[in-house]
């Protein structure tokens, strides 16, 4: 068990609908990163959060949005769902943002299929 | 691109030794991560390689040539329950906190 939750386990949804996937980090991280595994791409990086803040950007479509809580937890915006955004979602954390090698720890992961 | 080249699959028997290389894009590089992930699972975290050379973990090793842009993990015992995906993730400082991820190398242990 590495600290980090994730919600929901497992998400169907339709297409075109928007859905919402809860992050909270292990206690005392600050950064939060969101990535996204499907079969044929492997895990593709996100988005990054520091104590509220954005602070890096990957291959996140603009459907896609995210934010981070003055709790620190953070949630992923999905919306006009596509057959294709079928995944599996990590959400990571690690203490620091500081440009430097932190080990990231990832929470379990939501199993997301759109019908 | 970030250059990342792992092999796709590999096999192995219990109790044996494998070696897992990863091969990379040397600008900008300041060290390489490795995680576990069972089909289905999260990535786990198993070794952060800045130096060059070999660090041992119990079973498990991870080897940087940061010259040749090159990493291995090593994996001595086999068991069955190594059988799983490895990532591969070389770390630039440029690119603040985000991890570049290979494809991984799905490992099978037989009996």
């Known amino acids: 068990d590495s600290g980090v939750t994730q919600t929901p386990k497992h998400l169907i949804t339709a297409t075109g609908q928007r859905v919402t996937l809860r992050c909270s980090p292990r206690?005392?991280?600050?950064?939060v990163y969101w990535y996204q595994q499907s079969l044929d791409q492997g895990l593709q990086f996100l988005i990054q959060y520091y104590n509220g803040e954005e602070r890096a950007k990957g291959n996140i479509l603009e459907r896609f949005s995210a934010q981070q809580f003055p709790d620190l937890h953070s949630e992923l915006n999905l919306s006009s769902l596509e057959l294709g955004d079928s995944a599996l979602y990590f959400c990571?954390?690690?203490?620091?943002?500081?440009?430097?090698?932190?080990?990231?720890?990832f929470g379990p992961g939501t199993r997301l299929t759109v019908l | 691109g970030q250059n990342i080249d792992q092999p796709t699959e590999m096999t192995a028997t219990e109790g044996a030794i494998v070696q897992i290389n990863c091969t990379y894009q040397t600008s900008g590089f300041n060290g390489l991560f490795w995680y576990q992930q069972h089909a289905g699972e999260a990535p786990t975290f198993l070794s952060y390689?800045?130096?060059?050379g070999l660090e041992e973990k119990g079973r498990f090793s991870s080897f940087l040539s940061r010259s040749k842009g090159y990493s291995y993990l090593l994996l001595k015992e086999l068991q069955m329950k190594d059988s799983a995906s490895y990532l591969c993730?070389?770390?630039?400082?440029?690119?603040?906190?985000?991890?570049?991820f290979g494809r991984g190398t799905q490992l099978t242990v037989w009996p």
């Open positions: 993730a070389p770390f630039r400082g440029s690119t603040l906190g985000r991890l570049y």
């Open positions: 990571a954390s690690s203490p620091l943002d500081r440009g430097a090698a932190d080990t990231q720890y």
């Open positions: 206690s005392g991280d600050l950064s």
């Open positions: 390689n800045v130096l060059d």
